[in-house]
């Protein structure tokens, strides 16, 4: 028997209720939900990117590619964005798939667009960005999206997937072939999102339209963030936002002491002043506050 190559992949309602997401996701390591915001919300960040996505240079390597722009900063410079980054549906999902973390945090915000002419770019896992480090095959570090603000179409440099990559026994990420890739083409304004386990790239852009993403990537609160959000989003700013957008940015501790501020204070007295918010560590934000290990920590020391 052959095996059954995927020739197209899942795409579920933006009406699938989260947790039904968050099986597919844990199955298939991607899925697509269509249509989860209207266009008119696509030209809203269009309009308050485009002066900075104008502006964006080319990447210097092919990696990030050499006529592909990568637009950061996008809680800073479009109030749209923070809307998609706190969606219900993104965010949600994001939460539940690294529930088996103390906190989920904001790991990079960007505008991807791949210009016509664009190469491939290599197979990767998302993960790989942690220095290469070997996390165990059934611990989930990130959850990731790709929200369609352009068309999405496979002539146009669609994201590639490799289906079953995501899998405990897959092979390295550079032992994978373009012909195992499936393009996932989707219609602006739905999202796919994604492991930090599945092999996947941008797609070579033989079209001439630019095709633009908006890379929101969430990940397990206690490794290093890609974006640094404090240095991104000037304090002035920062001021301005809602608590769950500042936890998410890093305004937070993303376990027991990781990121405490000045004395082992809530990181979110450093934005709203002394009075704000409890002084330390809110325990109930533990994924697992029963867990021998933190009991151990706060109830052993005589
Ligand atoms: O632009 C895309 O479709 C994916 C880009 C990507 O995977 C990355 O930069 O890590
Ligand atoms: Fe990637």
């Known amino acids: 028997m052959t095996a059954r ?3 197209e992949l899942h795409h579920v309602p933006s009406t699938t209720p989260i947790e039904t997401i968050v099986e597919y996701l844990r199955r298939d390591g991607y899925v697509i939900v269509d249509n989860v915001v209207s266009p008119e919300t696509m030209d809203t960040v269009q309009s308050e990117l485009a002066p900075y996505l104008d502006a964006t240079p080319s990447g210097y ?15 800073a410079r479009s109030p749209e964005c923070r809307n998609l980054i706190q969606h219900p549906l993104a965010l949600g999902v994001a939460r539940s798939f690294l529930g088996h973390a103390s906190a989920v945090q904001l790991n990079l915000t960007q505008v991807i667009s791949i210009d016509p002419g664009e190469s491939a770019q290599a197979l990767h896992r998302d993960q790989s960005a942690w220095d290469f480090f070997p996390f165990p095959e059934d611990y989930q570090v990130q959850c990731n999206t790709l929200w369609a603000m352009s068309d999405y179409t496979a002539e146009m440099g669609a994201t590639r997937i490799v289906p079953g990559s995501h899998l405990p026994g897959s092979r390295p990420q550079n032992q994978y072939s373009d012909e195992e890739c499936v393009q996932a083409e989707m219609e602006r304004g739905s999202v796919l999102l994604y492991s930090g386990k599945i092999v996947h790239s941008g797609g070579a852009n033989r079209s001439v339209d630019t095709r633009a993403a908006i890379n929101i990537n969430y990940s397990v609160g206690w490794v290093r963030q890609e974006e640094n959000q404090y240095l991104s989003v000037p304090l002035e700013v920062a001021r301005t936002l809602d608590d769950e957008l500042l936890g998410l940015m890093g305004y937070q501790e993303g376990a027991f002491a990781m990121g405490y501020f000045r004395d082992f204070e809530n990181p ?30 706060i109830e052993s020391s005589k």
């Open 5 to 7: 190559v995927a020739t």
């Open 61 to 75: 390597n092919p990696m990030i590619g050499k006529k592909t722009r990568r637009t950061g900063a996008l809680i």
């Open 268 to 297: 979110l007295r450093a934005v709203r002043g002394d009075d704000y918010v409890e002084y330390g560590f809110d325990e109930s934000t533990l994924a697992d506050s029963s867990s021998s290990s933190f009991s151990y920590f």
